[in-house]
Every structure is written in C-alpha cells, then in structure tokens.
T-cell receptor, first 112, second 114 residues
Framework: QQQVKQSPQSLIVQKGGIPIINCAYE??????FPWYQQFPGKGPALLIA?????SEKKEGRFTISFNKSAKQFSLHIMDSQPGDSATYFC???????????FGKGTLLTVNP | ETGVTQTPRHLVMGMTNKKSLKCEQH?????MYWYKQSAKKPLELMFV???????ENNSVPSRFSPECPNSSHLFLHLHTLQPEDSALYLC?????????????FGEGSRLTVL
C-alpha cells in the first residue's frame, strides 16, 4: 500500500513537445504529492507539489494533474526544452517527510 | 557554503574496509536523512534524524551505522559492506521531519564496494 507506481521508465520527445509522466498509488491516506527533478551528478530537487484538494497546479511550464478518485497524478511539461532532460520522480506521503515514498523515476530526454 | 554538502563524492572500498560518509547542511533545518539510490529502484529511505534524535530506521543492515552529532552534521559509517551496497548515497535535510515540506538533497556520495 505504500508503493507509488511511476510510468514510463523512459521518455524521448522533441523540443516543444509535451511529455507526460504518470503516477498511481493505493494508499488513500496520502495527502501530499511532490515531484522531484534530478540532473546527472546532482541530487534531486523539488519541482512542484500538490495536495488532493485541488485537481491541477501550474508552475511555469510544469503542471500537475491530480485525479483523486482514480488515485493517479501526472506531470506535464509544456514546450519542453533540451534543458528539461533529467530524471523525474513522483512521490507521496500521508503527512510527514519521513514517510515519503518515491516512484522509480522517469528518464526524460528532450531532443533539440 | 550553501545547501547540503556531501563528502566524499566518490568512494571505492573493499568488503573489509571501514569508511564514513559525511553530510553537512547550512540551511538551519531540524531534520536530516540518508537515502540510498540504486538504478531503476525508488529512492530508499535509510535513516531520519530530527533534532539529533533518530526517528526512523527502515530495517537497514547493521553494517550501516548513522551518527548525528548536531543538527547540521550527519555521518554514515560503513563497515564490512557487500557488493550489492554499491549505490549513490544521498543526504537530505528539511525544516521538520514530522510534517510535509521540501527536502533539500546533496549531490550524493557514489559508493563502489569491490
């Protein structure tokens, strides 16, 4: 019940495309859903996060869509750029950082 | 120095060696974490400290021994490791451990066990 299932494992898009990364969970106690971005040789960094009281959150070119009934959430990257090439991790927690569960990650490549 | 700093960045050790990983945070946070990152696996939480007290230990083998002498420093002592322990070890900090909020990660220590 603590798992977060993330797909796809890898994704290649052209510059300007809209990559979509999906995550699904089972634990209905999860109430905070962050996305982390990791560049090669760097640690993950928080990109955007959402709570289940809203269905969508936008920050610049990054949007989280949240479907509470389906227990799914996804990350959309508008007008993707080569600099967005990184590994993206979704995560979820029932209310504390020490119970944060991560997905396996998606390696995104944006070709010029 | 800002953020979360980890040393060494790379470490190669034999199975009988003893070594330590060091983490330092300059953010004034109260919580610090050790994570293990292996290819194609989710980030695995190993240890959590809140105000220098260990609050979480996710069934980590005793060959990994954490130490948190103060709220700014965290160590991971390694001894008699196995080749499957080869991974990237990430340190992170946050304002608190008991609620939600941004985790700030270091760049990691890449460990290879021969």
């Amino acid at each position: 019940q603590q798992q977060v299932k993330q797909s796809p494992q890898s994704l290649i898009v052209q510059k300007g495309g809209i990559p979509i990364i999906n995550c699904a969970y089972e634990n209905t106690a999860f109430d905070y859903f962050p996305w982390y971005q990791q560049f090669p040789g760097k640690g993950p960094a928080l990109l955007i996060a959402i709570r289940p009281d809203v269905s969508e959150k936008k920050e610049g070119r990054f949007t989280i869509s949240f479907n509470k009934s389906a227990k799914q959430f996804s990350l959309h990257i508008m007008d993707s750029q080569p600099g967005d090439s990184a590994t993206y991790f979704c995560a979820a927690t029932p209310g504390s950082n020490y119970k944060l569960t991560f997905g396996k990650g998606t390696l995104l490549t944006v070709n010029p | 120095e800002t953020g979360v700093t980890q040393t060494p960045r790379h470490l190669v050790m034999g199975m009988t060696n003893k070594k330590s990983l060091k983490c330092e945070q300059h953010l004034g946070h109260n919580a610090m974490y050790w994570y293990k990152q292996s290819a194609k696996k989710p980030l695995e939480l190993m240890f959590v400290y809140s105000l220098e007290e260990r609050v979480e230990n996710n069934s980590v083998p005793s060959r990994f021994s954490p130490e948190c002498p103060n709220s700014s420093h965290l160590f991971l002592h390694l001894h008699t490791l196995q080749p499957e322990d080869s991974a990237l070890y990430l340190c992170a900090s946050s304002q608190e451990a008991g609620n939600t909020g941004e985790l700030f990660f270091g760049e990691g220590s890449r460990l290879t066990v021969l």
